[in-house]
T-cell receptor, first 116, second 112 residues
C-alpha cells in the first residue's frame, strides 16, 4: 500500500520557535507538495517540488521554507513560528507527467500544529 | 484570488437521498477537475475526476457533471450513505506539473 508519512501528527510550539515538519513517501514520486488546511479556506498550496533540490513557491509561501535533499523526503520549515501558522499541514506526492488518472495526489494524514 | 470556489460550507442530507455538492471556478485553463473526500484526522483521498473536455463522469454512486459555459461542476451522490459524511473538496488541475488548486470544502452530513 502506497504511503505518505508525516512524522508528527500533533505539535505544540511557542511563538518564535523553529519548526520542522517532515514528510516521507515510498512511491518513488517525483512531485511533492505542502498544503495547509484552514476552516473556510480549504487547502492552500505552500510550496512544491518537482525534483531533488528543486522547489517552487505555491500560493502562500510567506513565513515558510522547504528542503528536498532526497527524492523521498520533503521538509517544511517554519523559521520563526507565529500564531497565525496554527493549522493542519498536509503533505502530498504525485508522479511526474501529465494526468493519467492514476497519478493523483496521495496525501499524508496531516500534522496539526498549534503555535502558542 | 479564489480560482476554485465551494460556496456552501455544509450540507445535510437524509440517508438514501441524493447529495449534490457544487463547485465554481474562474480559470478556464484547468485541464481536469477532481473531487477529494476527507475524514477528520485523515488526509484527503481521491474520489472522482473529469476532463475539461467532458461533461459527465460516473463511478458507482458518484457522478460529476461539468458545465464549462457556466464554469460550474457538481458532484452527485446517489444514494447517500452515512459513511459518506465527510468534507468534500473540489480541485482544478493544471496538467503541466500536476498542480492542484482546491476549493474551500463542503462538509456533508448524511443522517440515518
Amino acid at each position: 500500500d502506497v504511503k505518505v508519512t508525516q512524522s508528527s501528527r500533533y505539535l505544540v510550539k511557542r511563538t518564535g520557535e523553529k519548526v520542522f515538519l517532515e514528510c516521507v513517501q515510498d512511491m518513488d514520486h517525483e512531485n511533492m507538495f505542502w498544503y495547509r488546511q484552514d476552516p473556510g479556506l480549504g487547502l492552500r498550496l505552500i510550496y512544491f517540488s518537482y525534483d531533488v533540490k528543486m522547489k517552487e513557491k505555491g500560493d502562500i509561501p510567506e513565513g515558510y521554507s522547504v528542503s528536498r535533499e532526497k527524492k523521498e523526503r520533503f521538509s517544511l520549515i517554519l523559521e520563526s513560528a507565529s500564531t497565525n501558522q496554527t493549522s493542519m499541514y498536509l503533505c502530498a506526492s504525485s508522479s511526474l507527467g501529465g494526468w493519467t488518472g492514476a497519478n493523483v495526489l496521495t496525501f499524508g494524514a496531516g500534522s496539526r500544529l498549534t503555535v502558542l | 484570488d479564489q480560482q476554485v470556489k465551494q460556496n456552501s460550507p455544509s450540507l445535510s442530507v437524509q440517508e438514501g437521498r441524493i447529495s449534490i455538492l457544487n463547485c465554481d471556478y474562474t480559470n478556464s485553463m484547468f485541464d481536469y477537475f477532481l473531487w477529494y473526500k476527507k475524514y477528520p484526522a485523515e488526509g484527503p483521498t481521491f474520489l472522482i475526476s473529469i476532463s475539461s473536455i467532458k461533461d459527465k463522469n460516473e463511478d458507482g454512486r458518484f457522478t460529476v457533471f461539468l458545465n464549462k459555459s457556466a464554469k460550474h461542476l457538481s458532484l452527485h451522490i446517489v444514494p447517500s450513505q452515512p459513511g459518506d459524511s465527510a468534507v468534500y473538496f473540489c480541485a482544478g488541475l493544471y496538467n503541466q506539473g500536476g498542480k492542484l488548486i482546491f476549493g474551500q470544502g463542503t462538509e456533508l452530513s448524511v443522517k440515518p
